[in-house]
């Protein structure tokens, strides 16, 4: 079992947990040099960004922490592809596991894996319940109605980084909303709660990706998030999906 963790070399407050992670995990751990956002380009960016490429459409721009992000995971799962025939897991460097939970996630989740699956291991329990595929005393592994946002833990099969790799060579938001596309992808993210999974960014010194923004931008942001978000549902609700 392998895991490919994605680790900003210039986050060097993160190389702790690194460690942590790699002395803790069940198997062996690979480190992927994450996308440096301050070294790309606005030829970079303009190669895979594109603004309004699907419906509903991203009412946001993309910052170029998001663009490397999501490079970043296209990174991952190009690996996949290339040297794991059954699929990997990919953890974002601001990871924390409660070990024996994340043990029995894995055991579950693993029960009936196969190449062509993306099993989610979120943070917070968001998603809603369209199938229950293995319930357990203490966890459950579903299909959800809409994909959760969040890519700090995942498995993926080698077909679904395939998928995920020919589906997002252009994209026009981050990588965990293009997750929510599954009309577009062909991969049906499943889901296993509670995951054994945490979130410690605020302790690694603060997150990567998002920053502050100034007041109005923060108000126009919340009052157009909840509307793209019922759009989301509207859309997964009547698109075809897996």
Not at 132 to 156: N, R
Not at 161 to 171: D, G, T
Request: charged share 30%.
């Amino acid at each position: 079992m392998r895991f490919y963790i994605i680790h900003l070399q210039s986050a060097k407050k993160r190389q702790i947990n690194i460690s942590k992670l790699k002395k803790n995990l069940p198997g062996e751990v690979v480190i992927i040099d994450a996308i440096d956002s301050k070294k790309l380009t606005k030829n970079d960016i303009e190669e895979s960004y594109f603004k309004n490429l699907y419906r509903p459409f991203y009412p946001f721009d993309l910052s170029s922490t998001e663009v490397a992000c999501f490079l970043s995971h296209r990174k991952a799962w190009m690996k996949i592809l290339e040297n794991d025939p059954t699929g990997a897991f990919i953890l974002e460097d601001d990871v924390d596991i409660d070990i024996d939970l994340f043990n029995q996630s894995i055991e579950i989740s693993q029960a009936g894996k196969k190449i062509d699956d993306f099993i989610r291991f979120p943070i917070k329990n968001r998603e809603r319940v369209k199938k229950l595929i293995i319930k357990s005393s203490k966890q459950a592994l579903f299909l959800p109605k809409v994909t959760g946002l969040g890519m700090v833990c995942q498995f993926v099969g080698n077909t679904e980084a395939k998928k995920l790799l020919e589906s997002s060579v252009k994209f026009d938001r981050p990588v965990d909303n293009f997750l929510q596309l599954s009309w577009i992808t062909k991969v049906q993210p499943k889901v296993i709660f509670p995951s054994g999974v945490s979130e410690i960014s605020n302790t690694l010194g603060g997150t990567t990706i998002h920053k502050k923004l100034p007041l109005l931008q923060k108000i126009i942001k919340e009052f157009l998030r909840p509307i793209f978000r019922a759009k989301m549902q509207f859309y997964s609700f009547f698109k075809k999906t897996i």
